[in-house]
Nanobody
């Protein structure tokens, strides 16, 4: 199974910026898309952004214009640049990947999560 390693979380003041990164540590036959979800305190996990194999991107309405998802310099890595952060962006952020494994079966993996805290 594909394993994902996240980095870049932390504490920042409102209006500040953070960059999250996610790297695939075990390869698959084909990565179809990668993305980010988040779980705010006391709430369910929610979609944040995604990028397909061909580079198409999608964002939650709440982060459009502030967050940018992109592919990293290394193969099978993605970044999430978060600007103009707000206290309601506080959450555990999870990287995910939709892929076809080496037995040609579709599957999904999740990272362990990284905490982002935005103070007022």
């Amino acid at each position: 199974q594909v394993q994902l390693v996240e980095s870049g979380g932390g504490l920042v003041q409102a209006g500040g910026s953070l960059k999250l990164s996610c790297a695939v540590s075990r390869s698959a036959y084909r990565l179809d898309s990668m993305g980010w979800y988040r779980r705010p305190p006391g709430k369910q996990r929610e979609f944040v952004a995604a990028i397909t194999r061909s580079g198409l991107t999608d964002y939650a309405d709440s982060v459009k214009g502030r967050f940018t998802i992109s592919r990293g310099n290394a193969e099978d890595t993605i970044n999430l640049q978060m600007n103009n952060l707000r206290p309601d962006d506080t959450a555990v952020y999870y990287c995910n990947a939709d892929y076809v494994d080496n037995t040609r079966r579709p599957d999904r993996s999740w990272g362990q999560g990284t905490q982002v805290t935005v103070s007022a």
